[in-house]
T-cell receptor, first 114, second 115 residues
Framework: AQSVTQLGSHVSVSEGALVLLRCNYS??????LFWYVQYPNQGLQLLLK??????LVKGINGFEAEFKKSETSFHLTKPSAHMSDAAEYFC????????????FGKGITLSVRP | GAVVSQHPSRVICKSGTSVKIECRSL??????MFWYRQFPKQSLMLMAT?????????EQGVEKDKFLINHASLTLSTLTVTSAHPEDSSFYIC???????????FGQGTRLTVV
């Protein structure tokens, strides 16, 4: 079984500040890890993913995440927040060899203050 | 990336009626589609997995007779909410994959309101 924990439900940062959204996972086999962004009343857009290889992955819109197996973490970061980053962010996991059935965390709302 | 189109984006229906939601993969053949339900301020909960040409696999606690899923072609899956009630009001999202372990592409979601 697999699970995702996203601590907290809301993060607020100032424009230009560092964004850090935390994600911890549990998986009995090597995982594939994902971060998705959701804008109001819209579907999910993939920000980035980790499958194998380099543990630091870069995604769209300046986001990146690092897979740390020892910490079972996959935290999402962005050096400088922009107003357009305000949205809901979901971390998700699927087991390698699975059929891409994703297990999502509960999500974190990111607010960006001017 | 590939495009998955979901229709309608919003629907309001009367209690007791049925509503059909379509999920189409526009530029690839989707062997598998997933249907999720999302309550306000909550995560996506997988309802069922549908493979083209076979019966859908429902997650525990999801009523298969209430949420009918059909995946008749490689580009179309439908979710029909039968005899809808206000508690079925929610945001429904589909995703599609080409084959095992490929990236899942999401539709834009359908906001269902049952009055």
């Amino acid at each position: 079984a697999q699970s995702v924990t996203q601590l907290g439900s809301h993060v607020s940062v100032s424009e230009g500040a560092l964004v850090l959204l935390r994600c911890n996972y549990s998986s009995s086999v090597p995982p594939y890890l994902f971060w998705y962004v959701q804008y109001p009343n819209q579907g999910l857009q993939l920000l980035l993913k980790y499958t194998t290889g380099a543990t630091l992955v870069k995604g769209i819109n300046g986001f990146e995440a690092e897979f740390k197996k020892s910490e079972t973490s996959f935290h999402l970061t962005k050096p400088s927040a922009h107003m357009s980053d305000a949205a809901e962010y979901f971390c998700a996991v699927t087991e390698t060899g699975a059929n891409s059935k994703l297990t999502f965390g509960k999500g974190i709302t990111l607010s960006v203050r001017p | 990336g590939a495009v998955v189109s979901q229709h309608p984006s919003r629907v309001i229906c009367k209690s007791g009626t049925s509503v059909k939601i379509e999920c189409r993969s526009l530029d690839f053949q989707a062997t598998t589609m997933f249907w999720y339900r999302q309550f306000p301020k909550q995560s996506l909960m997988l309802m069922a997995t549908s493979n083209e040409g076979s019966k859908a696999t429902y997650e525990q606690g999801v009523e298969k007779d209430k949420f009918l899923i059909n995946h008749a072609s490689l580009t179309l899956s439908t979710l029909t909410v039968t005899s809808a009630h206000p508690e079925d009001s929610s945001f429904y999202i589909c995703s599609a994959i080409w084959t095992v372990n490929t990236e899942a592409f999401f539709g834009q979601g359908t906001r269902l309101t049952v009055v």
